[in-house]
DNA sequence: CTTGACACAGAACGTATGTTCGTGTATTAT
DNA sequence: ATAATACACGAACATACGTTCTGTGTCAAG
């Protein structure tokens, strides 16, 4: 009854195919849309007509620790890894100093393993969703940021940019000074003014002749008080 | 065949009887858990024999707004408004400022229509569960927290508390003084120690037979940066 | 070439599931 | 007092659902 040679999946060792992703993102797909499917549903949606080659997936995945199944109930599938829709995770590069370049973000590298040091931040305290994935999160050390209102272990989250416009206040690399700082950016007629955050410190100018890279645009500070364990 | 007529519910004019919310509670339950459950489950769980009965709540649930179904598919029922498990919404009580009381935390007034402002923190850089009921935030106004490297517009995020231990950032009242403080705590032998974050600031010191209230221990600082309209 | 593992189809079976209908009993309105 | 309404039970029914069994085509190893 088998005619169609082509479309038969060929699995060489233990990977995903076509259809172990098709059937995956149906119920990560449901499951977030809180109907989990049932078994013929699953069927329908990657195009395979026989319930028990439905079955025979589910098994796999569920031996690949992909998925989770109840047997007590019916459409008792659920994937057991789901990232939280309400929380975006941030990867935090590496560390901050004033004596050390920033970590840049690459998209290659970032994601290795899947699981990244990061910091996990709610959806309603980010921007758009869209722009949520230029972000990355810097941890930072030493005292070389107080006149940012920036202390030692502080978490900051940047988005990455090479441009600033006034009043934002960004991470520069001053390559002739081997300096990182944490800045207000204004431009001015013939210098960059670097101003701090706190008011009482005085702001630092840069030439427009010496080079200034700007390496992101800080959108939030997070710091975490070490709580003596009650 | 009804004989214990003690037993049935009455619902006098539009509210919610023991049965309303023990069957929504299991369908908040189990919608967490990621497997709905069926009309007879729900009867199971709610000491209703009947699935019919059944029906007739989820009807009146429906129409109240307080749950979803899809008629297409089988235990597609779903709450409608359901915190999200990975955030912990902690009330924003009001200002702090330098020449003002703070505000305290108050069981009774906080939920008032479940609206309330609030800030969305990840689980994952909370304490324990347990003690995040414990926590508000506060929105700090004008510059006079600098000391602290805190500035205008940031979010502190304070566990209630009436003791501190040492090295403990705390919110203080100082009632002579009529002034509010964020500083480290530290117990000497015959004063305390209120040490300001930057470290190129100096201490004040209090002596012990002047009072001082302690209002909370901050947990976390929130800095949001206004992002410039992209 | 044979064998066995793999990928797939189809059907059958028993149970699960949601709906609907008929009936009964309190409570409230008229 | 009577009617309307709200709350509750149980049964019946058609379909949905998951499991299991038989069988077939493909491919690589021996």
């Known amino acids: 009854m ?47 007509s026989s319930t028990s080659v439905v079955t025979y997936y589910l098994k796999q995945l569920t031996e690949m620790g992909l998925i989770e199944r109840d047997p007590k109930f019916s459409r008792a599938v659920r994937p057991t890894h789901v990232p939280s829709k309400d929380l975006y995770r941030i990867p935090i590069l590496g560390p901050i100093a004033a004596g050390m370049p920033i970590p840049v973000p690459d998209p290659q590298a ?80 013939e210098r960059y003014r670097l101003q701090p955050a706190n008011p009482t410190m005085k702001p630092i100018f840069i030439e427009k002749s010496e080079p200034l890279e700007i390496k992101g645009k800080v959108v939030m500070v997070i710091r975490k008080l070490q709580t003596t364990a009650a």
């Open 2 to 48: 088998l005619e169609r040679k082509d479309q038969m999946m060929v699995r060489t060792k233990k990977g995903m195919t076509l259809r172990h992703q098709k059937i995956m993102d149906f119920i990560v797909q449901r499951f977030d849309a809180g109907f989990p499917p049932s078994i013929r549903e699953i069927g329908e949606a990657a195009d395979i």
């Open 110 to 189: 970032v994601y290795i393993g899947d699981e990244i040091n990061g910091v996990d931040v709610a959806r309603s305290l980010l921007p758009e969703r869209e722009k949520a994935r230029e972000l990355f999160a810097l941890n930072v050390q030493g005292d070389s940021m107080i006149d940012a209102m920036i202390n030692d272990g502080d978490i900051v989250i940047l988005k990455s940019t090479f441009e600033a416009r006034n009043g934002d206040m960004v991470a520069v690399w001053l390559p002739e000074r081997n300096e990182t700082t944490l800045k207000f950016f204004y431009k001015e007629k």
